[in-house]
């Protein structure tokens, strides 16, 4: 992980992540191995965070895991979330008539962020749930993201991809991806080709704010058992008309303006 050094609070934030990032309740000495800090340093953030109800601690199994009072407000702030209240309606009413799963998705720091995600009528277990991260050079949501995006930033963002292969068909450089990219510019849309999970799909397109401005992603997801790649292509005039009036709505509503410096400070 990459550490930000902004003082006290942000080493404390990249222990937090550090920790989320294991996905389960995990010892001092796991996130010391990954940490990019002294252990007594590590030790003393770890305590502090404890102590303020971020992280919790179990004495009888050694872990730590998130603490109550860090899930109250990532609760508080996912609820406040303006992105996310409007377009929910927008996206149960495209897995209602697809039948299939929906993602809305984000870059965050280089990485794709799932904001909401609704079930097919049939669901299929998938990496995908919100509040995860999950890569941008291999998701549809991110690889729509990513070619929407001006140049700098995009080249940015790919700057930070790891190009881990997930399945025989993950992109696994740069040079490929700049070429699915181009690809994706001319067609609108984009596509999972079983990139980022074994038999999973889907067709993606970019939520645009009226100056250009991309705010997040919609997709439909599904499986190869039960469609194809030519089936969910012919459903992007309604993700298209769904991320369409995401953006309209969202209008209305006040969003940071996220620069090339902040692309540029999440890398670093």
Not at 23 to 35: I, N
Not at 41 to 51: G, I, V
Not at 163 to 186: G, V
Not at 197 to 226: K, M, W, Y
Request: glycine letters at 6%; proline letters at 5%.
């Amino acid at each position: 992980m990459t550490t930000r050094r902004d003082g006290t609070v942000g080493k404390a934030l990249d222990v937090l992540d550090q920790v989320a990032d294991f996905g389960r309740p995990v010892r001092f000495s796991e996130v010391l191995e990954r940490a990019d800090y002294p252990k007594p340093t590590l030790y003393r953030l770890m305590q502090t965070l404890t102590h303020q109800g971020m992280l919790q601690f179990d004495a009888e199994r050694q872990t730590y895991s998130p603490g109550a009072r860090l899930v109250r407000l990532a609760h508080t702030a996912w609820a406040q979330s303006s992105l996310v209240q409007v377009a929910s309606p927008h996206i149960q009413k495209l897995s209602a008539e697809t039948g299939e799963t929906v993602h809305l998705a984000q870059i965050d720091a280089g990485q794709v962020l799932y904001l909401d995600k609704r079930n097919a009528a049939e669901p299929v277990p998938m990496y995908s749930q919100a509040g995860r991260v999950g890569p941008v050079y291999c998701t549809g949501v991110g690889k729509v993201m990513l070619a929407h995006l001006p140049d700098d930033q995009a080249q940015n963002v790919i700057s930070q991809q790891s190009f881990h292969r997930f399945t025989p068909q993950t992109i696994t450089t740069a040079a490929a991806l700049d070429q699915e990219i181009r690809a994706i510019r001319a067609d609108g849309f984009a596509f999972d080709r079983e990139e980022h999970e074994p038999g999973i799909i889907c067709v993606a397109l970019p939520v645009i704010s009226d100056n250009g401005r991309v705010l997040g992603a919609v997709s439909v997801t599904s499986t190869t058992q039960r469609t194809s790649l030519a089936a969910l292509q012919a459903l992007a005039p309604r993700v298209r008309d769904a991320a369409q009036a995401i953006a309209r709505d969202a209008q209305s509503w006040s969003f940071p303006a996220q620069t090339t410096q902040e692309f540029k400070l999440a890398g670093e």
